[in-house]
């Protein structure tokens, strides 16, 4: 925390005069932000800078991603991106390696960055389980009816 973070801290607890305040905690938002030039670029880092609680905007055009750390609420700063006129969402994507199944055909998205696939939603909350089964382990089963024998 600076210097400026410290004495923003201090000056809410004085302030509070002893009443309960509740404080937006620290975080970091990402979103994905269509950007074509130099111009939208520097036309969402103003607008996501000038809010209040807003310390850093990074922006990654050639990912279409914008970073934006503080005391924020990530609504509020999806609807100051899209108040720009620029389409924008909350970053969709996972990284690759965190995929629990690698060959779910909903995860891939041709337009995710290199190493990114698209966050899919756990369908096992919902109720319905999906089970990779390998199918070499049920040729000789004696469940399968279909199933080879050796003799």
């Not at 109720?127 to 990779?132: A, D, L």
Request: proline share 5%; charged share 25%.
């Amino acid at each position: 925390m600076g210097v400026s973070g410290t004495l923003e801290f201090l000056s809410d607890l004085v302030g509070s005069g002893g009443h309960k305040h509740k404080r937006k905690q620290l975080q970091t938002v990402e979103l994905k932000v269509r950007m074509d030039c130099d111009g939208c670029e520097l036309k969402v880092k103003n607008a996501l800078s000038s809010m209040s609680g807003v310390k850093k905007v990074e922006i990654n055009r050639k990912q279409q991603r914008v970073t934006v750390s503080g005391y924020v609420d990530s609504n509020k700063v999806l609807k100051k991106a899209k108040s720009t006129g620029k389409r924008a969402e909350i970053w969709p994507y996972v990284p690759y390696s965190l995929v629990a199944q690698p060959f779910a055909t909903q995860a891939y998205d041709k337009r995710a960055p290199p190493g990114y696939v698209r966050k899919v939603e756990n369908t096992a909350a919902i109720g319905t389980v999906t089970r990779y089964e390998d199918p070499y382990t049920s040729i000789f089963s004696d469940d399968n009816p279909n199933a080879c024998s050796i003799m």
